[in-house]
């Protein structure tokens, strides 16, 4: 993520996520849909 100062993440077209890279990537929503949950429904 150094090419770029700000990114925006979509979920299915849905705009979850906007700012800084340091600050997406750390984003729960970023966290969820692409990382995914437990089985327990935490991340």
Aim: hydrophobic fraction near 35%; avoid cysteine; glycine fraction near 10%.
């Amino acid at each position: 993520m150094d090419i770029s100062d700000r990114i925006m993440v979509l979920n299915f077209g849905q705009k979850i996520a906007e700012g800084k890279p340091q600050e997406v990537q750390q984003h729960p929503e970023v966290l969820k849909a692409y990382l995914g949950t437990d089985k327990r429904g935490q991340n």
